[in-house]
């Protein structure tokens, strides 16, 4: 989902750099790392974050990355059968 199909379903819009910084946040990365990575001082990625937050009326990075980050899904386990 990106633009316009977030808000079809009901979640308010991001732009271009705030999904960025959720999907940089999804990969585990801090606001420093994530300033390093976009050559931008935490300062501003914290400012995103704020705006991100304001928007989407959540207050965790946890809750942003569930609401903007589509679950990818595992393989099937693999189950080995010895022979006998």
Known sequence: ???GAFEAAGVPALTGRQLEIVSLVGR???NREIAEH???RPATVKRHL???YDR???RSRAAV???YMQ??????PVIERALS
């Open 65 to 67: 990355v569930a609401r």
């Open 38 to 40: 976009l050559e931008i």
């Open 28 to 30: 585990g990365l801090t």
């Open 50 to 52: 704020e705006r991100i």
């Open 1 to 3: 989902m990106v633009g």
């Open 56 to 58: 989407t009326g959540v």
């Open 71 to 76: 679950p990818v899904a595992a393989p099937a």
